[in-house]
T-cell receptor
Framework: NAGVMQNPRHLVRRRGQEARLRCSPM?????VYWYRQLPEEGLKFMVY????????ESGMPKERFSAEFPKEGPSILRIQQVVRGDSAAYFC????????????FGSGTRLTVV | KQEVTQIPAALSVPEGENLVLNCSFT??????LQWFRQDPGKGLTSLLL?????REQTSGRLNASLDKSSGRSTLYIAASQPGDSATYLC????????????FGSGTKLNVKP
């Protein structure tokens, strides 16, 4: 079991470009969570998805950010028209049925906006 | 709204010292509290998980305590080693939402040889 796979590990984008971050959950896990870690800060919840559904997006910025978890394939966190303030580490976690049932974090994607 | 605070933000100690990292949270309605280790550029490694009904958990040289009523947890590291150098994050899982961890900003530990 390869664990939670996030790619790319590092991503550099120029201001105004789009960033796409991918998260492949552990086998058998149908729940995915995205967290963002700004420099020198803790992780902040962004969004919680199940297959084809967004369950809780209360931590997502209102504009430019979107997330999906299709029936097939990885979960995608999409950031349109990136700005310098989007530079952060983005972590994904997966669970078989909510955090109550255990969860695993990925190694993260480090986004740098230049 | 739950807020998690960790003190100190950074700590530098000589090898062999026993040390204590502190975590406080504002809402005592938690399901569990977890301590993570984060190495530079890496993901999170779970160290200890304390259920709300527990007072402490131990793993090797690590001991974590929980005082839910006062909103505090401590992580005790005995006989620190250079390999313990990392950032330590505290996170709480609230009773009202099993799907959203609240993290502190971490304590960055440097153990000098």
């Amino acid at each position: 079991n390869a664990g939670v796979m996030q790619n790319p590990r590092h991503l550099v984008r120029r201001r105004g470009q789009e960033a796409r971050l991918r998260c492949s959950p552990m086998k058998g896990h149908s729940h995915v969570y995205w967290y963002r870690q700004l420099p020198e800060e803790g992780l902040k919840f962004m969004v919680y998805l199940q297959k084809e559904n967004i369950i809780d997006e209360s931590g997502m910025p209102k504009e430019r950010f979107s997330a999906e978890f299709p029936k097939e394939g990885p979960s995608i966190l999409r950031i349109q028209q990136v700005v310098r303030g989007d530079s952060a580490a983005y972590f994904c976690a997966s669970s078989p049925g909510g955090f109550y049932y255990g969860y695993t974090f990925g190694s993260g994607t480090r986004l740098t906006v230049v | 709204k739950q807020e998690v605070t960790q003190i100190p933000a950074a700590l530098s100690v000589p090898e062999g010292e026993n040390l204590v990292l502190n975590c406080s949270f504002t809402d005592s309605a938690i399901y569990n509290l977890q301590w993570f280790r984060q190495d530079p550029g890496k993901g999170l490694t779970s160290l200890l998980l304390i259920q709300s009904s527990q007072r402490e958990q131990t793993s090797g040289r690590l001991n974590a305590s929980l005082d839910k009523s006062s909103g505090r947890s401590t992580l005790y590291i005995a006989a620190s080693q250079p390999g313990d150098s990392a950032t330590y994050l505290c996170a709480v899982l609230p009773l009202y939402n099993f799907n959203k961890f609240y993290f502190g900003s971490g304590t960055k530990l440097n153990v000098k040889p």
